[in-house]
């Protein structure tokens, strides 16, 4: 049974940082692609990073150089260090798993809130 689960969301004032992780287990974060994405009410799910197989990340542009996603293979956790965040970075994360063969996870969703 393939299952995520994401923590690490809260509230925060703008400026500060935060650390997202997500905890898989059912599925090897190491033979796969986990991305971030984030979705506030009345916009479409974004991309916000991801890392695959090799390790190779990518970022979109609202977040890079303020973002790092990393993976720990013994964990089977990814993460998401959030930092300078800014108002416009609110919304609900969301861990996504896609494999090799184009199967689809989702987690339940984390609540981020940036104050300024």
């Known amino acids: 049974q393939v299952q995520l689960v994401e923590s690490g969301g809260g509230s925060v004032q703008a400026g500060g940082s935060l650390r997202l992780s997500c905890a898989g287990s059912g599925i090897p974060f190491s033979r796969n692609i986990v991305g971030w994405y984030r979705q506030t009410p009345g916009k479409q799910r974004e991309l916000v990073a991801s890392i695959n197989w090799r390790g190779k990340s990518n970022y979109a542009d609202s977040v890079n150089d303020r973002f790092t996603i990393s993976r720990d293979n013994a964990k089977n956790t990814v993460y998401l260090q959030m930092n300078s965040v800014r108002p416009e970075d609110t919304a609900v994360y969301y861990c996504?798993?896609?494999?090799?063969?184009?199967?689809?996870?989702w987690g339940q969703g984390t609540q981020v809130t940036v104050s300024s």
């Open positions: 996504n798993v896609i494999t090799y063969d184009s199967r689809n996870y």
